[in-house]
């Protein structure tokens, strides 16, 4: 089974950046897509941003679309969420999450490993 284990989480003023990066290793079948999600206190988990392994082709939460950028570093084994302009609404537990089977990537019950998550905190 894929082993993932997320870093770079931390906490930020508003307007700050921070860079995610998820090394996955432990894989012995194919991954379909990858994605990173969030989920702040008292809300459900939801999509920030996904991608297809095969052809790179990404996808983004409305919320974050100009502002974050997801990509993969296949010679590192990671996929990297680089978040510029951070708000205080970013503020949530960020899980990066991979799916062997093809499927919405934006819906989370596609993907059949996550991992553990890191904090990420925007003070004002």
């Known amino acids: 089974q894929v082993l993932l284990v997320e870093s770079g989480g931390g906490s930020v003023q508003a307007g700050g950046s921070l860079t995610l990066s998820c090394k996955y290793s432990a894989v012995t079948t194919p991954i379909n897509h990858m994605g990173w999600f969030r989920q702040a206190p008292n809300h459900e988990r939801e999509p920030v941003a996904t991608?297809?392994?095969?052809?790179?082709?990404?996808t983004y939460h409305w919320a974050v679309e100009g502002r974050f950028t997801v990509s993969r570093d296949s010679t590192k084994s990671a996929l990297n969420l680089q978040m510029n302009s951070l708000e205080l609404e970013d503020t949530a537990m960020y899980f990066c999450a991979t799916a062997r089977w093809a499927g919405d990537p934006m819906n989370p019950d596609t993907y059949d490993t996550w991992g553990q998550g890191t904090q990420v905190t925007v003070s004002s």
């Open positions: 991608i297809y392994l095969s052809n790179g082709m990404t």
